[in-house]
Each structure stands twice: as structure tokens, then as C-alpha cells.
T-cell receptor, first 114, second 114 residues
């Protein structure tokens, strides 16, 4: 049981490039989410999904796209990277959509946009 | 709007000393309350959570937290800090609704002096 996995661990992009951050969970969790972590700002919710085929925006969705074609995977796409997107990105999953349940976090992806 | 405030960005304590990390929240009703810990280069791990009932909750690694409704606070405590407790600590609130979303505070970095 690997839990929540994220790839890559580190990535450097040039402004305007696109890329996809991968997230997968093997716990059959219904709810998945993406956060970004910036110094002094804690974690901010980017997008979340309450099940396959269902996604919604969080607090800071601009510049990011998501899709949820399977229960296991929840990739985050940057269509045209900007320096403001330099951050550490965390994927998380819940057993079900209620925030009663513990969120399990992946190890993070550190992204630098030059 | 929901919000979480951790007034102390950085705290230094001596090993063996007691610890209290502050957390204040703003929410229309009693939310679900969480404390997470993030060790350097790692994802977040749940320390403890409060949903209802006894206002003093016990967590892992010897931590406890007390929910005080009148003060809208959920402070984290530990009687005797160990060097391995050095990490960043996040308080979070979740709505008592079917969304699964969490709102995080800015985080408090704990440094432990030998």
C-alpha cells in the first residue's frame, strides 16, 4: 500500500512551458485535492475532486487545470507556467468527501519556474 | 469567510521544555479542527483532530490540543519537547459539510535547542 504518490519530486520549468504533475493513490479514496505551499501562507487549495469525473475549484485555481478520469489518478496541469507558480505542490486524498476524515498527503513536488 | 490564524511564525524552545502552539479560527459554527506536522522535505502527517465531545484531544507523539469555543481556539501542547519535534506545524479547519475541503493556517516553525 503506497498511499499517495507524486511525481516528479523536483522540476524546473521556463516561463511559458507546460507540464503535468502526477498524483496517484491506491486506497480507493473518493476525495482528492491539490494544494500549493508557499512560505508564510500555509497550504492553499487549488482544485479538488469528490469522485471520478467530478472536479471543482479551490481557493487559487487560476493557471491550473485538473481532470479525474479514474478513482486513482488526479493530475494537475500547468498550461503556461509563470514564475508565480514556483511553489511546493501537495496532493492529498480522503476516504470520502466529508472533511471528517483524515487527509493523506503525498511527499510533494517542488516546482521552480524561471 | 472561514480563516485560520497561527500567530507565531517561528518558535524556539529548549529540549525538555513545554510547548504551546496557538491556533485561532473564524467560522460560523463549530468546524472540524486538525493539527498536522510537516518534517523537513516531507508531506503532512495528522497529529490529532477534534470533531465533538471532550474538548481535550490526545494525538500521536505525545501531543494534545484543547478546543475552546469561547475563544475560537485550538491550541496544541506538549509537556516535554524532544529534538525530533522540530518541524512545521499547521492548524486546519474543515467545514461540517460534504465537501472535504480544509483551510490551513500559515504554519508555525518549531526549533528545538539542545
Amino acid at each position: 500500500n503506497a498511499g499517495v504518490t507524486q511525481t516528479p519530486k523536483f522540476q524546473v520549468l521556463k516561463t511559458g512551458q507546460s507540464m503535468t504533475l502526477q498524483c496517484a493513490q491506491d486506497m480507493n479514496h473518493e476525495y482528492m485535492s491539490w494544494y500549493r505551499q508557499d512560505p508564510g501562507m500555509g497550504l492553499r487549495l487549488i482544485h479538488y475532486s469528490v469522485g471520478a469525473g467530478i472536479t471543482d475549484q479551490g481557493e487559487v485555481p487560476n493557471g491550473y487545470n485538473v481532470s479525474r478520469s479514474t478513482t486513482e489518478d488526479f493530475p494537475l496541469r500547468l498550461l503556461s507556467a509563470a514564475p508565480s507558480q514556483t511553489s511546493v505542490y501537495f496532493c492529498a486524498s480522503n476516504r470520502e468527501r466529508s472533511s471528517y476524515n483524515e487527509q493523506f498527503f503525498g511527499p510533494g513536488t517542488r516546482l521552480t519556474v524561471l | 469567510a472561514q480563516s485560520v490564524t497561527q500567530p507565531d511564525i517561528h518558535i524556539t524552545v529548549s529540549e525538555g521544555a513545554s510547548l504551546e502552539l496557538r491556533c485561532n479560527y473564524s467560522y460560523g459554527a463549530t468546524p472540524y479542527l486538525f493539527w498536522y506536522v510537516q518534517s523537513p522535505g516531507q508531506g503532512l502527517q495528522l497529529l490529532l483532530k477534534y470533531f465533538s465531545g471532550d474538548t481535550l484531544v490526545q494525538g500521536i507523539k505525545g501531543f494534545e490540543a484543547e478546543f475552546k469555543r469561547s475563544q475560537s481556539s485550538f491550541n496544541l501542547r506538549k509537556p516535554s519537547v524532544h529534538w525530533s519535534d522540530a518541524a512545521e506545524y499547521f492548524c486546519a479547519v474543515g467545514a461540517r459539510s460534504n465537501t472535504g475541503k480544509l483551510i490551513f493556517g500559515q504554519g508555525t516553525t518549531l526549533q528545538v535547542k539542545p
